[in-house]
């Protein structure tokens, strides 16, 4: 992958058990702050978004052990994956970091050199 290449990147989200255990006021709080946690990633960080996927509709219930939602994008380098994961980080709903009900990760590569429209 050459240096001036931007880096290919799949954050993955999940929420938290404590998301599910939370009263329904806290969790509408929730869906409230995300949106805006995550919105305009291009100008803020320099991504390009390519893509999102919500598997929301089958999968139900605490069991957080998969990724439910994902973000395909172009990051111009690994400073802007580390900000985009720094959301999750930084950004608070009420008293709480938005970690307590939302986690992130993100597996970087390349562009698929197969698979093309």
């Given amino acids: 992958m050459s240096a001036t290449?931007?880096?290919?990147v799949?954050?993955?989200?999940?929420v938290t058990r404590e998301f599910y255990?939370?009263?329904?006021?806290e969790q509408q709080?929730?869906?409230?702050?995300?949106?805006?946690?995550?919105?305009?990633?291009g100008e803020r960080f320099g991504l390009t978004v390519l893509?999102?996927?919500?598997?929301?509709?089958?999968?139900?219930?605490?069991?957080?052990?998969?990724?439910?939602s994902y973000?395909?994008?172009d990051a111009p380098d690994l400073?802007?994956?580390?900000?985009?994961c720094g959301?999750?980080?930084?950004?608070r709903v009420g008293e709480f970091p938005l970690w307590k009900y939302l986690e992130i990760d993100a597996r970087i590569g390349h562009e698929l050199f197969f698979a093309t429209n």
């Fill in 71 to 73: 973000v395909l994008a």
């Fill in 87 to 91: 959301i999750v980080r930084h950004e």
């Fill in 10 to 14: 799949l954050f993955r989200l999940w």
């Fill in 51 to 68: 893509g999102t996927l919500d598997e929301d509709v089958l999968q139900v219930g605490t069991g957080a052990r998969e990724p439910v």
């Fill in 79 to 84: 400073a802007a994956v580390q900000a985009v």
């Fill in 21 to 25: 255990a939370a009263p329904a006021d």
């Fill in 5 to 8: 290449k931007s880096l290919r």
């Fill in 29 to 41: 709080r929730v869906f409230e702050a995300i949106p805006p946690a995550f919105d305009r990633l």
